[in-house]
Nanobody, 112 residues
Framework: QVQLVESGGGLVQPGGSLRLSCTVSGSNFNTQDMNWYRQAPGNQREWVAYITTGGWTDYTSSVKGRFTVSRDNAKSTVYLQMNDLKPEDTASYYC??????WGQGTQVTVSS
């Protein structure tokens, strides 16, 4: 059974940075494209970023230039480096492997 465990969330001031991690077990991580999603209270879950097995990345427009997704296959871990955080980035962040494997989420709160 695939398990995804996120970490690294917290409270940060606007303009600050956080790095989220998602460690995967029970799956051949090296063969998986990895996604990050987020969900703010009252909103639908939205796609944020993804990285292919070959390292190709893409981002939703609102985070381009501020967020960077990367992966360490030796550690079965995907990262989301978030810089210049804004209050609108406040959400629970989830990693996801299609079709139906989600982590439990990690909370990011951007507030002064």
């Amino acid at each position: 059974q695939v398990q995804l465990v996120e970490s690294g969330g917290g409270l940060v001031q606007p303009g600050g940075s956080l790095r989220l991690s998602c460690t995967v077990s029970g799956s051949n991580f090296n063969t998986q494209d990895m996604n990050w999603y987020r969900q703010a209270p009252g909103n639908q879950r939205e796609w944020v970023a993804y990285i292919t097995t070959g390292g190709w990345t893409d981002y939703t427009s609102s985070v381009k230039g501020r967020f960077t997704v990367s992966r360490d296959n030796a550690k079965s871990t995907v990262y989301l480096q978030m810089n210049d955080l804004k209050p609108e980035d406040t959400a629970s962040y989830y990693c996801y492997i299609p079709p139906d494997s989600w982590g439990q989420g990690t909370q990011v709160t951007v507030s002064s």
